[in-house]
């Protein structure tokens, strides 16, 4: 038998290493361990990785692709698609749909030379109204930039500031057409982020939504420069483990809804976390269900992730899912539409 050469030994050591980092990350969404958490970040970069693995043994000693196409299998069937594959969005005319879009407005501050100092209040307001959303869920939300001339059609509105802080980037609004009929918010323990929700009523019957704001992890790529890297490792850790805290809080409170419920919101986290699996339970994802493509909402370091999410109860059937690239906040929005299926 031919000995391996060298660089193929070390081919496959590189290749063991990913094919464990992608397990380790098929762990997370099942453990509580936050230091495990980091790892889910990395999940399409690991598939990615061990499918150049398959192909390199494919052309080369196959006995050896099939540990990443052992490892690839498992992590589908555990985590999901990161890869939404449904057909060409087409425009939703159905009388009973219900558009929610979420956003995070980063304080309706924009970017520029100086740093993120703009108003973009009057963009972003635009913007919905061009799109004309039937509630909107908005996070890092500062009323001040809000005028009275603006959002008018939404004239039910529930709102979770800061104390008398009105100007406080952890601030959440819903801005609904339908009435509410109840309000109320949900306060994280040791954190400015929290949730706020809404007793909506569409013809004869009643939505609770959820608008949530998952601990940041306030990292920024020079950020790196200037931290120790234990201490931001620590940091980090104890983000992750406060997001866990905070996700069965809303949990709790999604079990405990006497309606069906819809949740969005920035998690501040994947789709491969403990947080969004604890959250989402049996609960619907709109990009997965309608969506197409990669999902992102946000970059970070040039690399996109989806971390802003529309979950919904089994009873409703998401009819679209739009991702949008209109590059105002450092998050991109998302819209969704919905109806209850055949009741």
């Not at 490892?71 to 939703?92: D, E, H, K, M």
Request: net charge positive; charged share 20%; proline share 4%.
């Amino acid at each position: 038998m031919k000995r391996m050469s060298f660089f193929k030994k070390f081919m496959l050591f590189l290749n063991v290493i990913a094919a464990i980092c992608l397990v380790l990350a098929c762990i997370v969404p099942y453990t509580s361990i936050a230091s495990l958490a980091f790892i889910s970040l990395t999940v399409p970069a690991l598939v990615l990785i061990n499918m150049l693995f398959f192909l390199y043994w494919l052309f080369g000693k196959k006995i050896y692709m099939t540990l990443s196409l052992s490892i690839l299998i498992f992590g589908y069937f555990t985590l999901g698609s990161f890869i939404a594959f449904n057909g060409r969005q087409r425009p939703v005319n159905d009388v009973d749909a219900i558009s929610l879009l979420s956003y995070n407005v980063l304080g309706f501050h924009g970017k520029n030379q100086d740093g993120w100092g703009v108003n973009t209040g009057p963009e972003i307001v635009d913007f919905i109204e061009n799109e004309n959303p039937d509630i909107i869920c908005f996070q890092e939300f500062q009323p001040i930039y809000i005028k009275n001339r603006m959002l008018t059609k939404y004239t039910f509105v529930a709102n979770k500031f800061e104390g008398q802080n009105v100007e406080s980037p952890k601030n959440l609004s819903i801005y609904s057409k339908f009435p509410i009929i109840n309000k109320d918010v949900l306060d994280f323990p040791d954190t400015y982020n929290g949730a706020v929700y809404a007793d909506i009523v569409y013809k004869n019957d009643t939505i609770r939504l959820f608008n949530v704001h998952l601990e940041s992890l306030s990292i920024r790529p020079n950020y790196f420069k200037k931290e120790r890297s234990d201490k931001l490792f620590v940091r980090l850790r104890d983000s992750f483990a406060k997001q866990q805290k905070q996700s069965d809080i809303i949990r709790q409170h999604i079990n405990l809804s006497p309606y069906p419920v819809i949740v969005s919101g920035d998690f501040n986290n994947t789709q491969f976390s403990k947080v969004y699996f604890n959250i989402k339970g049996d609960l619907k994802d709109s990009f997965l269900e309608s969506g197409r493509g990669y999902g992102e909402t946000i970059k970070f370091w040039k690399f996109p992730f989806r971390i802003d999410m529309i979950l919904g109860d089994p009873s409703f059937t998401f009819l679209s899912h739009k991702n949008y690239k209109i590059d105002i906040s450092d998050h991109e929005p998302i819209m969704a539409t919905f109806k209850w299926s055949g009741e």
